[in-house]
């Protein structure tokens, strides 16, 4: 995929405002990748260290938009029908036993997501499931006086277009992505979650990197034509981003409704995932934004919304300020970088002994670590663990991010950079899963226990906060638990 570079200020925009738009958007969130376009150029990149623009994340609802493009295909070849009932597609997978509702829910109730679900069935709830996922969704009960009136988000819609989608075209969404779009476009092949029955996740799972967001953004802009090529049918990238259903709690904001599996306003629309994952997309202005993050902030899109829109109508008439700004914005993303962990010291100011060289077992803890080994290597922390059952070696940095192939070959959480800090008595170690949204602080205190002297144990408290998680809510965003030397 080619990536062009423009300044900001030869096309008349103002890149001081993008540079605050930058700098307000870091205040907001943990960002962890951009890319901004103008007419297809890119005018705005970077990534926050130790992510980069290079490495694929897993999207969340942004997904969405890939079923959505792949509904399309379907309709337009005419083997699908909006208005026709969803389960005339699928029928087979049916329980003996299920809610009559069903059979009032369209196809486009499942794009506009007014299927009447009365919870969200996400990526928590299908991935606990051995197989029939399909069957396990229409299993549930649906409210049948809100089908097809009332907003109710459910990614068992998604799930379930996908599997539609398998159905009535005979591949499964990431293989139409492939060889119709993204291959096309010159992305690398896509990965994309799928079911035990073969079908894509449809309202999760594709990786994608914040560059070929914004560049998919684009192909909407143009109607769905690359380098004179229709993609997309033209119709459908018009139709889908229309605004259909009110989302409750939105008014007034810059995404207000939902439109077919996108969100969308009058100014823009946009492709969300949970986390702060977005495909941003401009009606007035040729702009498209590409954003990777670790966020539960909602306000992305509305910032966004106000500093483009500035940044069109504010340009200085000043040369020499222009000027200004381009360099500050290079400057701006040259060197970005997530926090290191709190601590001034790369070696403890304590006994070693304590912690160093000592095998510990841990209590039961979010990310099922059985056992951990620490040694010091001058300024680089060398950590062994066991977890669940496997052994895996590790090296964090002091002030620095040092990348670990933890599951080589394994695109779902390959990479895993890490830093440390000793801080007074506590060693702090930052993890940032670089093919997820996750970045994770772990927070080890060694402590002793002993009647005497002579029978002095070293123990550690710990802690374990991540940015953003599926579980259920703790204290502080916190998990506390323990570790206790292993007698040699």
């Known amino acids: 995929m080619e990536t062009i570079y423009v300044d900001p200020e030869n096309y008349g925009i103002d890149s001081g405002k993008l540079r605050e738009m930058l700098e307000v958007l870091e205040k907001e969130a943990e960002l962890h990748s951009i890319s901004v376009k103008y007419e297809g150029k890119t005018i705005l990149e970077g990534a926050w260290k130790p992510f980069t623009l290079e490495d694929p994340q897993m999207m969340h609802s942004l997904s969405k938009t890939g079923t959505a493009i792949c509904v399309g295909f379907a309709l337009d070849e005419g083997k699908l029908k909006l208005e026709a009932p969803f389960l005339d597609y699928i029928r087979e997978d049916l329980p003996e036993e299920y809610d009559p509702a069903l059979e009032k829910i369209t196809v486009y109730d ?11 069935c996400n990526n928590v709830w ?6 029939n996922w399909e069957t396990a969704w229409l299993r549930e009960k649906k409210i049948l006086e809100d089908i097809g009136k009332v907003f109710h988000y459910d990614s068992g819609c998604s799930y379930t277009l996908s599997r539609i989608v398998t159905k009535v075209m005979g591949k499964n969404c990431r293989t139409l992505l492939d060889e119709r779009v993204f291959e096309k476009m010159g992305f690398r092949e896509i990965r994309w979650l799928s079911s035990p029955e073969g079908h894509s996740t449809g309202g999760w799972g594709l990786y994608l990197t914040a560059r070929e967001i914004s560049e998919l953004g684009v192909l909407f802009l143009r109607k769905g034509k690359w380098k004179g090529e229709q993609l997309i049918p ?3 990238v ?6 259909q259903v009110a989302i409750p709690g939105c008014a007034g904001k810059a995404l207000s409704h939902y439109a077919y599996h996108i969100k969308a306003g009058k100014e823009m629309f946009a492709a969300e995932g949970a986390f702060g994952q977005f495909l941003l997309c401009f009606r007035n202005f040729p702009v498209t934004i590409g954003i990777t993050a670790g966020t539960t902030a909602e306000r992305i899109p509305d910032i966004c919304l106000v500093y483009i829109k500035e940044a069109f109508q504010q340009r200085s008439a000043a040369p020499e300020l222009r000027a200004e700004h381009s360099r500050n914005l290079k400057k701006k993303t040259a060197d970005l970088s997530l926090a290191f962990p709190k601590g ?4 403890w ?5 304590m912690l160093m060289n000592q095998k510990f077992s841990f209590s039961e803890n979010p990310r099922g670590i059985q056992e951990a080994l620490f040694l010091q290597e001058n300024d680089n922390l060398e950590i062994w663990l066991k977890i669940d059952g496997e052994e895996k070696q590790l090296t964090a940095g ?5 990348r670990n192939d933890l599951y080589p070959g394994n695109f779902r959480h390959q990479y895993h950079c890490l830093a440390y800090a000793f801080d007074g008595s506590a060693l702090r170690i930052k993890v940032a899963l670089i093919n997820t949204s996750y970045v994770e602080t772990y927070t080890l205190r060694p402590t002793v226990a002993g009647d005497s002297a002579t029978a002095i144990h070293p123990q550690l408290t710990c802690s374990w906060q991540p940015n953003v998680t599926y579980l259920p809510p703790a204290p502080d965003n916190t998990w506390h638990f323990t570790a206790t030397r292993k007698p040699e």
């Open 238 to 243: 018009e139709t889908l981003s229309k605004p």
């Open 344 to 347: 001034e010291h790369a070696q």
């Open 110 to 120: 499942l794009l506009t997501m007014q299927a009447g679900s009365p919870f969200c």
């Open 234 to 236: 033209a119709w459908w």
């Open 126 to 131: 299908f991935s606990r499931l051995e197989k």
């Open 398 to 402: 002091f002030r620095k991010w040092i």
């Open 349 to 353: 100011e304590v006994d070693n002994w």
